[in-house]
């Protein structure tokens, strides 16, 4: 019978120590849900589908680097739409206003800085746009005097080449009391020039833009260096002397005669501060693809460039050019690796609450054990201290009542087996106590 007992007995405790694990299980859980609650909370959202890059326009150096930058996007499912624009100054307007829906775009170094436009981030500069002055038909001899009521373009209104023309032309006295300045865009200047119905033509573009590229082919037209170009650069630090050298438009016919000396910033690759990190780390890889092979004024490699000459880098620019693309883009799909990177946002702060947690709580739950068994030793304590003070304290009936009392105590507490042996310790202890109270 007494066996029975005993064995009912432990089948509680067994009973009662599956059902603290459950209870540890879930509290757990319940911790580990608010961490992952949280962090969703704070959690940014996945990449959009669809992009919109300011270019320039149509058939610049701008525009068919976009149709590029779209071509890889696309591979990776990422809709980039081209925004045509007159150039530089309507890019940056563009990229300034949040409302226009414009996340990145190409502009020219000299534009603006961090302190104008504190909403934007550089990627690193991309190229070369070096300054083209083509003209037809005109008597340097005379120096400069020659351009005196001479037809000039310099580039639409809002472009950034314009900018750059007025300002260097100026330079050297040359404005709109002059000669005659005009606005023309990048097409309708090299046709004109063409037709001989104006006689200069300054463009700001790359050595592959396709109207340049027509320009320096044509026979009619011709190719002006600037001779104090050190002069301008000293004036303008933002500005690069390139030299194209004589015959490399034409070997056979050496065309150039001679070096030329020409002037160029370097354009940079532009996005607001808000444009999600992946699609920053998917333009950075589509821009080393594009602008890093060599050319007739760039070594293999050079572009892109961690350089901020306006804009401070974006902190995944500088993280791109100290170690490249991110672990899981490195190694797997666009998409696929945007969801696993958010992923591990989520389970960071879950793991760092829970593991914490599973070092402190079993502890806890130890403590909380024994606590109760040590209560109740407590108090067999203080009733051993009175009974041995009987003389003065209470009497024999009041101690085997309080006996009683921790006795149906120790006989409620339900423990886990592992603290079984301290109960089996108590229980056999108040018997002890019991049995010297009979022998008084």
């Known amino acids: 019978m007494a066996f029975q007992k005993i064995r009912s007995w432990v089948g509680t405790v067994r009973d009662y120590s599956r059902r603290h694990r459950?209870?540890?299980?879930?509290?757990?859980?319940?911790?580990?849900?608010?961490?992952?609650?949280?962090?969703?909370?704070?959690?940014?959202?996945?990449?959009p589908r669809t992009l919109t890059m300011a270019t320039g326009p149509e058939g610049s150096a701008y525009h068919e680097f976009g149709k590029q930058y779209r071509e890889i996007l696309a591979s990776e499912g990422i809709r980039l739409r081209l925004l045509?624009?007159?150039?530089?100054?309507?890019?940056?307007?563009?990229?300034?206003?949040?409302?226009?829906?414009?996340?990145?775009?190409?502009l020219k170094s000299g534009l603006t800085s961090g302190k104008e436009s504190p909403g934007l981030a550089s990627l690193g500069t991309v190229f070369y746009e070096?300054?083209?002055?083509?003209?037809r038909d005109?008597?340097?001899?005379?120096?400069?005097?020659?351009?005196?009521?001479?037809r000039i373009s310099i580039g639409p209104n809002g472009s950034g080449t314009q900018q750059e023309a007025v300002k260097l032309l100026a330079r050297t006295g040359i404005d709109r009391s002059f000669a005659h300045l005009l606005p023309l865009n990048h097409q309708e200047a090299g046709d004109r020039l063409v037709r001989g119905e104006i006689d200069v033509a300054v463009l700001l573009a790359s050595?592959?833009?396709?109207?340049?590229?027509?320009?320096?082919?044509?026979?009619?037209?011709?190719?002006?260096?600037?001779?104090?170009?050190?002069?301008?650069?000293?004036?303008?630090?933002?500005?690069?002397?390139?030299?194209?050298?004589?015959?490399?438009?034409?070997?056979?016919?050496?065309r150039p005669p001679a070096d030329i000396n020409l002037m160029a910033p370097k354009g940079s690759l532009v996005v607001r501060n808000d444009l999600h990190p992946a699609l920053q780390y998917l333009l950075l890889?589509?821009?080393?693809?594009?602008?890093?092979?060599?050319?007739?004024?760039?070594?293999?490699?050079?572009?892109?460039?961690?350089?901020?000459?306006?804009?401070?880098?974006?902190?995944?620019?500088?993280?791109?050019?100290?170690?490249?693309?991110p672990f899981f883009q490195r190694q797997m799909p666009f998409w696929l690796a945007a969801l696993l990177d958010r992923l591990l946002v989520l389970l960071i702060p879950v793991f760092g609450v829970i593991y914490p947690l599973a070092r402190l709580l079993p502890s806890v739950y130890d403590s909380s054990m024994k606590q109760r068994i040590y209560r109740l030793y407590g108090e067999l304590s203080l009733l051993e201290e009175d009974l041995r003070d009987r003389r003065t304290g209470p009497g024999v009936a009041d101690l085997i009542e309080r006996?009683?009392?921790?006795?149906?105590?120790?006989?409620?507490?339900?423990v886990p087996a592992t603290y079984a042996n301290m109960l089996y310790s108590l229980r056999g202890h108040i018997v002890q106590v019991r049995e010297v109270i009979k022998r008084l």
Request: proline share 6%; glycine share 8%; no cysteine.
């Open 403 to 414: 006996l009683d009392r921790i006795g149906d105590k120790a006989n409620r507490i339900r």
């Open 207 to 254: 050595w592959n833009d396709p109207v340049v590229q027509r320009l320096l082919k044509d026979k009619g037209i011709e190719l002006k260096g600037y001779p104090r170009v050190d002069a301008y650069i000293a004036l303008f630090p933002y500005l690069h002397k390139l030299v194209l050298p004589q015959g490399v438009i034409d070997l056979a016919q050496n």
């Open 130 to 135: 070096p300054m083209w002055f083509f003209y």
């Open 84 to 106: 045509t624009t007159a150039g530089d100054m309507e890019n940056l307007a563009r990229l300034r206003d949040s409302k226009a829906g414009v996340a990145v775009g190409f």
């Open 22 to 47: 459950l209870e540890f299980l879930g509290l757990m859980i319940v911790i580990a849900l608010a961490a992952l609650i949280t962090a969703i909370a704070l959690l940014k959202p996945m990449p």
């Open 285 to 325: 890889d589509a821009a080393e693809q594009i602008h890093s092979g060599p050319g007739i004024f760039q070594k293999a490699g050079q572009f892109p460039a961690a350089e901020s000459i306006d804009l401070p880098l974006s902190e995944e620019a500088r993280q791109f050019y100290k170690s490249g693309k």
């Open 138 to 150: 005109v008597d340097w001899g005379k120096g400069l005097e020659a351009l005196k009521g001479k």
